[in-house]
Every structure is written in C-alpha cells, then in structure tokens.
C-alpha cells in the first residue's frame, strides 16, 4: 500500500511565523504536490515536484514555497504565515506512470491555524 | 487548464435512497477521471477511475460513475447508500499526459440512518 504521511495532524502557528510542513512518500514517486482544501473550493494546487530540486507553480503559490531535496520528501514552507493561510493542507505523490494516469495518493492533511 | 463542476454542494439523503452526483468538466481532448471519497477524519482516497474503454466503471463499495464524452460528464452513483456513506465526494480530471489533477468543489453527502 502506498503510504503517505505528514508532519502533522494540527499545527497553530502566529501571525508572521516561518512554517515547515512536511511529507514523505514511500513509493518511490517521482511526483508530489501541495494542496489547500478549503469549504467550498475543493482542493486547489499550491505547488508540485516531479523530480529532486525541480519544481512548478501551481494555481495558488503566493506566499508559499517548497522544497525536494529526496526524492521521497515534500516541504511546503509559509515564509510568513498570514491568517488567511489557516486552512487544511494536503499533500499527494503519483508515479509518471501514464497507463495509471498518474493517480494521486493522498496524505491525512494537515489542519494549519494562524491566529 | 480543466475546470470542473460540481452540480451539488450538499446532498442529504435517507438510508436506502439512490445517490447520484453530477460532475462536468470542460476541456475537449483525451482525458482521465476520479472520483476521490473523504470520509470524516480520514485522508480523501481514491473511489473509482475511467482511463480507457468501457464507459461505465466501478469502484469500491457498490459506487459506480458513467462517463459521457459527448456531454463531458462523469456522473457517480450508487442505487442504495449507508449511513457510512456519509463523506465528502471530490471529482476530478487530467488531461491525457497531464500530472496535475484538477478538483472540483466537493459535494458533501450526509446519509441520515
């Protein structure tokens, strides 16, 4: 079974704080994403990786960024969280296999407050 | 990019009744889709997925979703929920070759028992 695991379930940060939040595959995948999932908006890509040190922007990267230097891990890093940061965050791997059509497995999330 | 659609935000249903939820999608190549489940308090997880072939799929735990290409739909169902039906339905899609998903906005069931 594909594991994906993160740093933390709940995490309450201050407003202006740096922010590491953390997952690892055990897959050996070589793509990985950051999502927010919020009421309302479904799920909307923050960033993602598809090998070591490569990166792109997903559809919401400001105020965020990332790092891959394994290729099993994922950081998303809150240079300065802000309250509207609170939300759930969710991390997922996928192989490049094409005949899967590159399904994603998810993480359990992590619920981010900033107050 | 894809965009997605959710018809439904919230869906209550009883025990026994059929569901089903509307998905949309627009982008006019050769695409994959999901339908991914959150159950409360548990990591969204992959129900069932159409590739290639027969249109009408099934995934895991008696859901099932046609995809019509001519309308660009991609409709979960179930003829008879449980109350451990009761999640959060995400419906999603890439373009062929594509890695990234793209979700629509969920549709929240709550099966009352």
């Known amino acids: 079974d594909v594991k994906v695991t993160q740093s933390s379930r709940y995490l309450v940060k201050r407003t202006g704080e740096k922010v590491f939040l953390e997952c690892v595959q055990d897959?050996?995948?070589?793509?990985m994403f950051w999502y927010r999932q919020d009421p309302g908006l479904g799920l909307r890509l923050i960033y993602f990786?598809?090998?070591?040190?490569?990166?792109e922007k997903g559809d919401i990267p400001e105020g965020y960024s990332v790092s891959r230097e394994k290729k099993e891990r994922f950081s998303l890093i809150l240079e300065s969280a802000s309250t509207n940061q609170t939300s759930m965050y969710l991390c997922?791997?996928?192989?490049?296999?094409?005949?899967?059509?590159?399904?994603?497995?998810f993480g359990p999330g992590t619920r981010l407050t900033v107050t | 990019a894809q965009s997605v659609s959710q018809h439904n935000h919230h869906v209550i249903l009883s025990e026994a009744a059929s569901l089903e939820l509307g998905c949309n999608y627009s982008?006019?190549?050769?695409?994959?889709l999901f339908w991914y489940v959150q159950y409360p308090g548990q990591h969204l997880q992959l129900l069932l997925k159409?590739?290639?072939?027969?249109?009408l799929v099934k995934g895991i735990k008696g859901f099932e979703a046609e995809f019509i290409k001519s309308k660009f739909s991609f409709n979960l169902r179930k003829p008879s929920v449980q109350w451990s039906d009761t999640a959060e339905y995400f419906c999603?899609?890439?373009?062929?070759?594509?890695?990234?998903?793209?979700f629509g906005a969920g549709t929240t069931v709550t099966v009352r028992a």
């Open positions: 997922a791997s996928s192989s490049l296999t094409v005949l899967v059509g590159y399904e994603q497995y």
């Open positions: 897959m050996d995948h070589e793509n």
């Open positions: 990786s598809y090998d070591v040190k490569m990166k």
């Open positions: 982008y006019g190549g050769t695409v994959n």
């Open positions: 159409y590739f290639s072939g027969d249109p």
């Open positions: 999603a899609v890439n373009a062929l070759g594509d890695y990234k998903l793209s």
